[in-house]
């Protein structure tokens, strides 16, 4: 028999802390495009693209998904993509972009947004390269682009103006190789390939904004932080909710942000085979809170292994004088639940508590 444990971590007191996925599938018999089978390697993201509005065709029955994309259709596309395809009031430096043109505010947007260079000269016209489109949804998507990367390619040399911004999104899927090793920096992007490349940036902000993933800033990496199981974690705060009402406490809030670092301290129990409130990473629950610019007042952490359930859980933690402690100290008022389950069937258990 797994022998349970739990553990606890008092309070600390922190004086000075600075601190979608689009997924419509075309069901339809026949495609809209005459020039786009359902063979073709982008058909599902044409038709998301084109369903949303965020692309068009360039005819009634026509897509032309080889067509080089220019510099205006980008923006067009990405600001309708983060809904910025709007009146704008802003005015930009560019002399080049008529204020009557269909893509003038969506350059203006991006303009205003950062995600584009505010310069004399916007040159709508020109043809991208996928080396400059790379740049564009950096600043869009709001990729944490480092040096740090996986990924590589034969052709983006050390010194290349885009080699963070390109390695850094192959490593999260959004590009990819031409041949399997290289990446054809300067190429032009095709219609297709923006169509998969926006769809792609769509699914990684929809992992942010779900607390799927998150950008760790001393490994300068991307991690996973989904809950073993998040109907599980909503429980225990039910239950330690429960446990407060019986001593007039108020209510903690089910904190999502700080769950997402419940769960990054259970990940870490799992990849680095370790249990204890000390991470040998991480270093102090408070630190990894804050690394993750949390902002606090006070943090506890209570953590536990091997219990089948919320239940067992908490009743083993309100059975413990420490955790107790923890779970009924006045001045928290946020709660997060991060659950790992690792190969070998481990269930890891994390509590953290803040005030706010």
């Known amino acids: 028999m797994l022998k349970k444990l739990i553990s606890v971590v008092f309070l600390l007191t922190a004086f000075a802390f600075a601190n979608v996925s689009v997924t419509h599938a075309a069901s339809q018999a026949e495609t809209p495009y005459k020039d786009v089978k359902e063979t073709h390697f982008a058909y599902k993201e044409i038709m998301k693209m084109t369903s949303l509005n965020y692309m068009t065709g360039t005819s009634s029955n026509s897509f032309q998904p080889n067509l080089k994309v220019t510099r205006a259709e980008a923006a067009l596309t990405i600001a309708r993509s983060l809904n910025l395809d709007q009146a704008c009031t802003y005015e930009p430096k560019f002399t080049d972009v ?73 490593d999260l899927g959004i590009v990819g190789a031409v041949d399997g090793v290289n990446f054809a920096p300067q190429r032009n992007v095709t219609r297709a390939q923006l169509a ?90 408070w630190d990894l809170a804050s690394l993750f610019d949390y902002e606090f007042s006070s943090l506890g952490e209570n953590i536990a292994r091997n219990y089948p359930s919320p239940s067992e859980v908490v009743k083993a933690w309100m059975a413990s004088e420490g955790h107790r402690a923890n779970i009924l100290r006045p001045q928290y008022t946020n709660l997060g639940v991060g659950i790992k389950k690792s190969s070998d069937g481990t269930i890891y258990w994390v509590q953290l508590f803040a005030s706010k």
């Not at 303009?111 to 310069?119: H, L, M, S, Y």
């Not at 916007?122 to 990367?149: C, G, H, W």
């Not at 239950?239 to 019986?246: F, P």
């Not at 670092?261 to 040998?280: E, G, L, Q, T």
């Open 196 to 285: 998969v490349m926006i769809c792609r940036a769509l699914e990684f902000k929809g992992k942010i904004q779900d607390k799927r993933l998150i950008y760790d800033s001393l490994s300068k990496h991307y991690i996973e932080t989904v809950n073993y199981s998040k109907q599980w974690a909503t429980e225990v705060v039910r239950l330690v909710n429960v446990e407060r009402k019986k001593e007039d406490l108020p209510a903690l809030i089910e904190d999502q942000d700080l769950s997402q670092i419940a769960v990054i301290k259970a990940r870490d129990f799992v990849n680095r085979n370790y249990f204890n409130h000390y991470s040998p990473y991480y270093e102090q629950p």
């Open 98 to 170: 008529d204020p009557s043109a269909p893509y003038y505010n969506a350059v203006c947007q991006l303009a205003k947004a950062g995600i584009v260079n505010d310069t004399e000269e916007f040159k709508p016209q020109s043809n991208l390269t996928r080396a400059q489109f790379t740049i564009m949804m950096v600043n869009a998507y709001q990729v944490e682009a480092d040096s740090v990367n996986r990924k590589h390619f034969k052709d983006v040399k050390k010194g290349f103006w885009a080699k963070s911004q390109i390695e850094s999104l192959a």
